[in-house]
């Protein structure tokens, strides 16, 4: 009986956390005309919404894509080096004292909103909107506190002894740095950068707010496909399982440091 | 700044011995500054620059030339209760679903902390929807509860039962409540999940063998050593919480009327749509200090539980 009860809460919990993503993309391969008339069942399958969201030259969707790859990918390069000196800089000598953490800190926590307006205005300023650049220079500062602390934490986990042997062999701070501490954090380095760009993927309030056109990420795109070609739902749910693909794969890839990650290394998983 | 950088490297090509007092002491300093000059400039400027656009009549029409008005943003905005609506939903808003994510997220946790069959696959499906942009799920769960395509009417009418999740602010607010649990309880479960395997047998069975219930263990074993995580959790999630934007953005735009419209949604719209960036700005400072109290004490908490 106590058996039954659990089957049936979890298979409730999946109906209720996973049905969502199944629907979505059981609808993104249901064609058009089966999804208007209200069609559940029967055969009425293609590759259309797919063909179209892809190929159709009056959707922005393949630029979307684009620009979001290259602003994830830059973004979480220049993070990842950034932060790796700032995080090993706390992590062994405590730099700044509690100020600077909480600074750094405080950045994760604070509403974007908050920065949005004046960013919006500044960037337009220096002719930044709607590029690149802009967003990127705007995504840096945002995920540079998750991955100093993230980062912070895989390196305090490293023994300082093996950093001590290295400076009575003639090692120089930065060598043990290089040579040493970075080789041991490769898995940090890894989550930390998953981390960063799951959450630059993921941004909507600055990409809606600092592109319009050229530099739309995918995001951007498939909302603007809501308001646009509302009644196209099989499009929209081609480009929702679209967008969603990589960073649920890397989420699931990360498993095992999701825990530490999220709560920038304050509980161990 | 470009001249302490460059002696730096120049340093790092020195012999060792010579240099090694010397720079050890500046390097710490040294590794921060590309990080910390991203933030400062990214961050701190347009913080300053928003008092400046507070204080000044900076709309889409005169951007270039605004007009010093003293605190007319300020009193403009504080006069309007289409604001204060805003904060109050805002704020009802973050505690409302904090309560119930971490109430279903302990929950869940609770439930699958026991041996079972493909424990790891039903882990990574609850997963998923953390792992999906926000403005994706959101139109995801709009097309879901669709009133002519979703799954949801659907079956709801099957059922003989018509209901329209977007009809007016009590069937709006119970739908963007429910995005919001199905998309964030996952975090809250994770942590605590993990936790709970984490945590020493050797006290829980004890108790078990004292005869406690499970309820009884649970209360006064397992919950008094689950603290420190729940209560990091919580942080994050009301922290978290408070910023929501985009699901709201995409799925009720605010609305109906502006009555599901967080501080963040009426920020973006001030400057957006309306195009009145000085008070926006002024919108902005007011949030900027509320925000500033919570985190404050998020702050506090976690140093005193040695995260930072």
Not at chain 2, 8 to 18: E, T
Not at chain 2, 52 to 66: K, L
Request: proline residues 5%; glycine residues 6%; aromatic residues 14%.
């Amino acid at each position: 009986m106590k058996r039954v009860a659990i089957v049936v809460s979890i298979m409730i919990i999946l109906i209720f956390f996973f049905g969502p993503i199944v629907f979505v993309i059981w609808t993104s391969f249901r064609d058009y005309g089966a999804i208007l008339a209200g069609m559940f069942f029967g055969f009425h399958y293609s590759l259309d919404n797919y063909m179209n969201v892809f190929f159709n030259p009056g959707y922005h969707f393949t630029l979307g894509l684009i620009n979001s790859l290259i602003v994830s990918l830059a973004t979480t390069l220049i993070v990842i080096a950034v932060s790796f000196p700032t995080a090993y800089s706390l992590a062994r000598f405590r730099t700044g004292g509690g100020t600077l953490s909480s600074y750094i800190l405080s950045i994760r926590f604070l509403p974007p909103i908050i920065f949005a307006v004046p960013l919006f205005v500044l960037l337009n300023m220096a002719n930044l909107n709607d590029t690149i650049l802009g967003l990127t220079i705007v995504y840096l500062a945002f995920n540079i506190p998750l991955a100093v602390f993230v980062l912070r934490s895989f390196i305090m986990e490293i023994p300082v002894d093996i950093e001590e042997a290295a400076i009575v062999d003639g090692c120089s701070r930065l060598q043990v740095m290089r040579h040493i501490t970075l080789p041991l954090t490769k898995a940090g380095i890894a989550a930390a950068g998953i981390l960063t760009f799951i959450m630059v993927w993921a941004e909507y309030l600055f990409a809606l707010l600092l592109t319009l056109k050229d530099a739309v990420t995918i995001n951007v795109v498939a909302s603007q496909f809501v308001t646009q070609h509302s009644i196209r739902y099989g499009e929209i749910a081609a480009a929702v399982t679209v967008g969603m693909l990589p960073t649920v794969v890397f989420l699931l890839l990360i498993q095992n440091y999701l825990v530490k990650g999220l709560t920038l290394g304050a509980v161990r998983g | 700044m470009p001249s302490r950088r460059s002696s730096n490297s120049s340093r790092r090509a020195n012999p060792p011995k010579l240099s090694f007092p010397l720079s050890d002491r500046a390097i710490p300093k040294l590794l921060v500054i590309p990080a910390l000059a991203i933030l400062l400039g990214v961050t701190i400027y347009p913080l300053l620059f928003a008092y400046y656009m507070s204080v000044h009549d900076m709309t889409i029409v005169n951007f270039w030339n605004p007009r010093f008005i003293e605190l007319r943003n300020y009193i403009e905005i504080i006069s309007r209760s289409d604001f204060w609506y805003s904060i109050r939903f805002s704020i009802f808003f973050m505690i409302i679903v904090t309560v119930i994510e971490f109430a279903v997220g302990l929950g869940m946790a609770v439930l699958l902390d026991r041996p079972m069959r493909g424990k790891r696959a039903i882990i990574s499906m609850i997963l998923i929807p953390m792992g999906i942009a926000p403005a994706l799920f959101g139109i995801m769960m709009k097309l879901m509860l669709n009133e002519f395509v979703g799954i949801v009417p659907y079956l709801l009418k099957q059922l003989g039962i018509t209901y329209n999740f977007f009809r007016d602010f009590t069937s709006s607010l119970i739908t963007l409540i429910w995005v919001d649990v199905i998309q964030w309880t996952p975090f809250i479960f994770i942590i605590i999940y993990a936790s709970l395997q984490a945590l020493p047998r050797d006290p829980i069975e004890a108790a078990i063998v004292d005869g406690a219930s499970r309820w009884q263990v649970f209360r006064y074993v397992t919950f008094p050593m689950l603290r420190r995580t729940i209560l990091i959790v919580i942080i994050f999630r009301i922290m978290d919480a408070l910023k929501t934007f985009d699901t709201i953005y995409v799925m009720t735009g605010g609305g109906p009327g502006i009555s599901t419209t967080t501080l963040s949604v009426y920020i973006f719209k001030l400057a957006l749509i309306l195009g009145d960036y000085g008070l926006a700005a002024a919108a902005t400072i007011i949030f900027l200090y509320l925000a500033m109290v919570v985190v404050s004490f998020a702050l506090r908490f976690l140093r005193r539980e040695e995260v930072i």
